[in-house]
Each structure stands twice: as structure tokens, then as C-alpha cells.
């Protein structure tokens, strides 16, 4: 007997293995797809200029050319500068990092080039906004409500407890739109909102963060960072229903990899710091707060340079920071690949190559108190050689930075957009499949044990020992994909873990993805099964060809349900016993909106539902990699 269990435990575990380790993914090679000729199709935009003819390019190749074509690895390539809008190119080049380089530029020259790089006429720019500044009577902040202690930040599971939100599964069918707020010169709109002081605090494409009235969605303040606020906002925490021990801060981070630290009552520079120096590094997943430190993961966007046959791929390795709150002092830093990428070899057209490289953090970091470790996810390599730092989820000391465990879920992943055309000299060997972790671990407590759980693109969940990092258990939940699976964010009420999946059907990579699942799942959080699942079929086909079923922003759970963001620009709530839809709401289309600049919705990506006090904020518009454009944020109430 003692043989037989032996040799079924052995061979289970292979099989657990096998599962678990592997980058067999489930698709076809269609040779007839279209694939992506240029990293201009990443973006979701109207070109108006003719690059090839317009002045702006012999003035870029005279004056950037040389630092921003690739050749060099400390200036972000031209493709990556192209996801700015012309406001923040300007504000770089005239009061910016660039200002020196561009001291001998006229406007006009300067006008020029960045013509050129956004690949729009001037007339075309965006105009300037006028906001709605509130009048005196609502300018004043609540200091006795404090920020809910729930979603990115605080606390991962993202669930939103009936006592602060409000809003549960009986009466969230009340829900209806209250104002709606559109973001200036944006296209898409993914820093999650934060509700405190009665206020709403949010950032923005253009680089503006916000603070609204709740009631009346007028500014109280705006601040402009350096470039694109896409992470969440987080705030000090105090005792709801008690004044703040001094004045409070918020922490943001942008795409050019700063982070800030804002006065929250007026929206005065506290502190700024670079969080990285390479060139490609950037701000994406919100920053964790803990005992007056403040946890800051970093990604990266070398993939997208790495389009390029001459740029010499790849040196971005992802990192988490360990800072002083009160001043961003950096107490420590860890790189997710430990070593630096060296010299390996040159590509098919003789450029130079790096590795290994990537393991970028774009999950939230995840604080375990208890235990004192924190819990971040990485994405995959950026070139060959694949290593164990990709795909994996990582525990850190808090207190020291030391790395505790790490376990990877899918080994020899490397991948960059150069595997997206045909035969692209800088795609790694390994050629993907880009299998990442961005969405957030949640930590849950089970009654007799704790259990971390994390979703990965694959398409597959993991129950996680937080102990030591071994797999209890794993659920394949449907086959992933460059654009599939689980993207930005699980949620759970601790029994039962809500699971989206995005598995778009043309990812523009020439693989066609079978057993796609788009739309929510739920798991049982104890052992892994699957309680049930709703495919979603798309409401907006016929309306824009980059609509898609599937969900790749964050959910967020309420008592008995759980509330998506769609990237057919939906808004579905979902029961918690079956899956049934309680309520939804188209966000597509205009709305007459309060800021002063017309706001529209679109796909949904990124951030998901803030919710507190009967009132939900979330953000409408995707303008990027074939999805829908917008720039609404959208308040609901249930009064």
C-alpha cells in the first residue's frame, strides 16, 4: 500500500508539474493573419500628418534621432514617445528632462517635432481644457472621513464590505449615473479613483491629477505630473470618523517612472523621486502603503523598442522599492532578475543582444502583515536567456527587502513586440508566449490556514502557500493568451474568488487562441473548483471593430456580488451564487460632462469600480493595443 501511494504521489506531482511548468499554449498559427507592421498600430488614433514629408521629420532626425532611435540605451526609442500626448512632450522639452537638449529649438521647431512624433497636424492637438473650479462653499475637505482600507494599496482582495460601500448585491440594481467628468487631451483613462474627505482624487492621461467634489464633480484642485497617471492613488490612513495625525498625502506614479507624494488638501509637491534609470522603466501598478513606508513596484516598456531590428534588446529588469513616506527616502531596492543582462550574442542583422532582461512588476504590491512579507507578481523576459525570474510570483521582507521564496508558474518565457511581426530579428528564441502576472496576489484567510491566490495570462489560478511559495492548488480556467486570461485584477470576499478573463480572439500576433473564456468565472478559494462561469458575448461588434467581449480591467467585489468593466464598454454586475447579471450599463457613447472638456466612454482596462458611502467611480476609455477609446469618469449613485 505504502508502494502504491508513493508511486500516485510521484506521478501526481509530475503531472502538477507538468501543468505548472510548461509554455505548451493553446493556439494555432494562422499564416493568413494580419500581424503588426508598425508600433503606430499599437495605438488607437488618427494620423494626419504624412511622417515621411512633414518638416518635423528632418528636424527629429537632425536633433533626436541619435539618442531616441534605439542605439542608445539610456533615451526612451521614438515608439515609446509616441504613447505621450503633445502636452507632455512640450511640458518635457520646454520645463522637463529635455529642456537643456531643446534650449536651441524655436516653438515652432519644437512644434514640429512633436508633430511628427504624435502623428498629428496641430490643429488636430487636443485644446486646452477649462475646468470647473468649485466655488468657495465646495472647496472645503472632510477631514473625519478617512480612505477605505480596501482595493490596490491597502488591501488586494479588492472587496468592499457592505458597511463602507454601501452597495451590495440587493440594492446595486439602483444604481444610476450621477455626473460624468472628462479627462483633457486623453484617450484613455486608467488611474483608480479614491474616494476621501468627501472628495474623489483620480489621475490622468494628460499627467493631472484631480480632486473632485463628490456631489458636484467640480475641482478643488489639479496638479500636473510629468507625463500619463495610470496607477491607482492611494492616501495616509487614519481612524475614519477621527481628524489625521497631520496632513495627509497621496502617492501616485507616472510612465516616465517617477513617483509623488501631493498634499492632499491642496495639491502641493510634497516630494518627487525617480523610482528607475533606465530609460524604458515605468510607473504602472499603484504603490502599496505600510507603517509609514511606502512599496513601489517598477515596469518596464522595453518590449516595444524592441520592435525595432537596430535597438539592442534587452537591459530592463523589474525592481521594488522600499521608501519614507513622509519623504521619499529610499530604504531599499531589489531587482526582480538580481543580476544585470550581459553581452549575449548579436541577432540576425547584426545588433548587439542582452539578457536576461524584463520580469516587470505590474501588480500592486500585496502586504502580508502577519508574516511581514510582500508579495509582488512578474511578466516574462524581454530576451534570451529565460530565467527563473519571469512569470513568477516573489515574496519580500518587509523590513530588510530580502527575497523569502519565489515560485515560477510558466519557465521559459521571453518575449518582446518583436514577436508579433514575422520574423523579427530581436523576438527572443523562446518566442513567449508573454505570459505575465499583472494582476495582483490576494491573500485570504481561510479559518485554520492562510492561502495567497494568483491568476496569471495563461488562463490558470494558483492557491499558494504563503509560508514557502509551494502550490497547494491550480486551476486552468481557460488557455490564455498574448491578450488572454487574467490581466488586471482578481477579487474575492474570502470564500469565493472572482476570476475575469480577457482572452481576445485577434491579438494581432498571427496565433489564432482556442479555448478562449471571456468574461467571469468563480472559483472556490479553499480548493480551486470552479463554482461557475460566464462567457460574455460582445454587445458592440457591429458598432467598432476593436470591441471585445472579454475583461482586462480590475474587478471589484460587493457583498453578494461582483462588479466588471468590460472591453465592449459595459459595466456588468454579477451574482454571487450564479453568475446572473443583477445589472448593467452601456458606457459607450457621449455624456454632458462637468469638467468642462466632452466626455465619451470606451473599452475598460486598467482600473476598476471605487466604491463608498452609495457611490461608485469608474473609468471609461482604452485608446490602445485595438481597443476603444474614452475619457469619462463616470459616478454612480444609488440614492
Known amino acids: ?10 506521478l501526481f506531482s509530475n503531472f502538477l508539474n507538468a501543468e505548472i511548468i510548461s509554455n505548451e499554449q493553446d493556439y494555432i498559427i494562422d499564416e493568413d493573419a494580419k500581424v503588426r507592421e508598425s508600433t503606430d498600430e499599437l495605438i488607437v488614433r488618427e494620423i494626419t500628418i504624412d511622417p515621411e514629408t512633414h518638416p518635423g521629420n528632418a528636424l527629429y532626425q537632425d536633433n533626436c534621432a541619435i539618442c531616441h532611435d534605439g542605439s542608445i540605451q539610456k533615451a526612451p526609442a521614438v515608439n515609446w514617445l509616441e504613447m505621450l500626448i503633445p502636452q507632455a512632450l512640450f511640458r518635457t522639452m520646454n520645463d522637463g528632462i529635455m529642456a537643456e537638449q531643446s534650449a536651441h529649438l524655436s516653438e515652432e521647431e519644437k512644434i514640429q517635432i512633436v508633430e511628427y512624433i504624435v502623428r498629428k497636424d496641430r490643429k488636430d492637438f487636443p485644446k486646452e481644457a477649462e475646468l470647473n473650479y468649485c466655488k468657495s462653499n465646495r472647496m472645503q475637505f472632510d477631514l473625519r472621513e478617512a480612505p477605505a482600507p480596501y482595493g490596490w494599496g491597502y488591501n488586494t482582495s479588492r472587496f468592499i464590505p457592505k458597511n463602507s460601500g454601501k452597495i451590495d448585491s440587493k440594492n446595486v440594481k439602483n444604481l444610476k449615473l450621477k455626473w460624468a467628468f472628462g479627462f483633457p487631451y486623453s484617450q484613455r483613462a486608467r488611474s483608480q479613483p479614491l474616494f ?19 456631489e458636484t464633480g467640480c475641482v478643488k484642485w489639479n496638479f500636473s505630473a510629468s507625463a500619463e497617471v495610470r496607477t491607482g492613488i492611494i492616501m495616509d490612513e487614519w481612524k475614519n470618523g477621527t481628524k489625521p495625525k497631520r496632513r495627509p498625502y497621496i502617492y501616485f506614479g507616472d510612465i516616465l517612472a517617477n513617483e509623488y507624494a501631493l498634499d ?20 504602472t501598478a499603484t504603490s502599496a502603503k505600510f507603517e509609514d513606508i511606502l512599496f513601489i ?28 513616506a513622509d519623504t521619499g527616502k529610499v530604504l531599499w531596492k531589489k531587482y526582480s532578475i ?8 548579436t541577432t540576425s542583422v547584426g545588433t548587439r543582444m542582452f539578457g536576461p532582461s524584463g520580469a516587470p512588476i505590474w501588480t500592486s504590491p500585496n502586504v502580508d502583515k502577519k508574516r511581514r512579507y510582500i508579495y509582488i ?19 519580500y521582507n518587509i523590513d530588510t527587502g530580502e527575497e523569502v521564496w519565489r515560485r515560477q508558474t510558466l519557465a521559459g518565457d521571453a518575449w518582446n513586440l518583436a514577436c508579433m511581426g514575422k520574423g523579427l530579428p530581436n523576438c527572443p528564441e523562446e518566442n513567449g508566449p508573454d505570459m505575465d502576472y499583472s494582476a495582483s496576489s490576494i491573500l485570504i484567510d481561510l479559518g485554520d490556514r492562510d492561502i495567497l491566490v494568483a491568476g496569471q495570462k495563461s488562463g490558470s489560478v494558483y492557491g499558494i502557500n504563503p509560508d514557502n511559495g509551494e502550490i497547494i492548488w491550480s486551476k486552468v480556467v481557460s488557455g490564455g493568451g498574448t491578450q488572454g486570461g487574467i490581466h488586471f485584477g482578481m477579487a474575492s470576499d474570502g470564500k469565493v474568488l472572482y476570476v475575469p478573463l480577457n482572452d481576445m480572439k485577434n491579438t494581432h500576433d498571427g496565433k489564432v487562441w482556442l479555448n478562449r473564456k471571456p468574461g467571469m468565472h468563480s472559483l472556490d478559494t479553499e480548493t480551486g473548483n470552479i463554482l461557475w462561469s460566464k462567457i460574455t458575448e460582445t454587445e458592440c461588434k457591429e458598432i467598432d471593430t476593436n470591441c471585445d467581449p472579454g475583461i482586462s480591467a480590475a474587478v471589484t467585489a460587493i457583498p453578494g456580488a461582483v462588479i466588471a468593466g468590460h472591453l465592449d464598454g459595459m459595466i456588468r454586475v454579477y451574482d454571487k451564487d450564479n453568475g446572473d447579471i443583477l445589472w448593467s450599463f452601456n458606457s459607450l457613447g457621449d455624456y454632458e460632462s462637468i469638467s468642462g472638456t466632452p466626455a465619451s466612454g470606451g473599452s475598460f482596462s486598467g482600473s476598476g469600480p471605487s466604491i463608498r458611502n452609495g457611490y461608485m467611480a469608474i473609468n471609461s476609455g482604452y485608446g490602445i493595443y485595438n481597443h476603444m477609446p474614452g475619457n469619462a469618469l463616470l459616478l454612480f449613485t444609488i440614492d
Open 1 to 10: 500500500m505504502k508502494i502504491f501511494i508513493f508511486i500516485f504521489c510521484l
Open 196 to 214: 476621501a474627505m468627501g472628495s474623489i482624487f483620480v489621475g490622468s492621461q494628460s499627467g493631472d491629477i484631480y480632486a473632485l467634489d463628490v
Open 264 to 283: 492632499a488638501q491642496t495639491g502641493e509637491l510634497i516630494w518627487k523621486i525617480k523610482t528607475d534609470d533606465h530609460p524604458n522603466a515605468t510607473r
Open 297 to 324: 513596484p517598477v515596469s518596464g516598456l522595453e518590449v516595444i523598442p524592441a520592435f525595432n531590428d537596430d535597438y539592442e534588446c534587452c537591459t530592463f529588469r523589474g525592481g521594488l522599492l522600499a521608501v519614507e
Open 338 to 345: 538580481p543580476v544585470p543582462a550581459k553581452y549575449s550574442g
Open 377 to 395: 507578481g512578474t511578466g516574462e523576459n524581454y530576451s534570451t536567456p529565460a530565467d527563473d525570474s519571469s512569470d513568477a510570483i516573489i515574496a
